[in-house]
């Protein structure tokens, strides 16, 4: 284990901790509101997965002839999210399913919230950019920000590897 002074993080760290109790930042109850992310295709990813078993309609010159039934993990090229539903292409064949399904939420959740508020501040349209030791800094609808990861929820500061003087000082 190398120690968080021998990259200089140390004193960074140490001043945040001291610096009192922080403001935590909130995220809306649903990380991913699927109405902005129907208007935001810059964020669609390019494949989703099946988070479970599901079936598709099997076409025959336009006409349902059966079901075809993708196991948990299938993957699908995602073309269109629709709010609570997706446009997704298995094979040669495009189909409309819940994302309820789908791990579209969590991918997309990894670079973006609809909204995320800080010390009062509510922030919309969040992207998620450079992450420092104590900070990330986010896109949002209105502009660019710097917000101190030790303001974010302790899930936040766990997915940017923000260390609490509680946790430790090692890496």
């Known amino acids: 284990m190398k120690s968080l002074a021998m990259f200089g993080f140390l004193p960074l760290l140490i001043g945040v901790a001291l610096a009192g109790e922080p403001v935590e930042a909130t995220v809306a109850t649903n990380d991913v509101d699927l109405t902005a992310l129907a208007k935001d295709p810059t964020v669609w990813p390019g494949e989703i997965r099946l988070m479970r078993e599901y079936s598709l309609p099997v076409l025959v010159q336009g006409k349902e002839a059966g079901s075809v039934k993708l196991a948990m993990g299938t993957p699908l090229k995602l073309v269109q999210a629709l709010g609570e539903q997706i446009r997704v292409v298995y094979g040669d064949s495009t189909n409309v399913i819940p994302v309820s399904v789908s791990d579209l939420g969590a991918r997309v959740a990894k670079v973006w919230v609809a909204r995320l508020t800080v010390g009062g501040v509510t922030y919309e349209n969040v992207r998620w950019g450079a992450v420092t030791p104590s900070t990330v800094s986010i ?12 303001s974010l929820s302790p899930d936040l500061q766990k997915r940017f590897g923000h260390l609490r003087e509680s946790q430790g000082l090692t890496l």
Request: glycine share 8%; net charge positive; hydrophobic share 60%.
């Open 139 to 150: 896109r949002h609808a209105a502009g660019i920000a710097t917000i101190p990861l030790a």
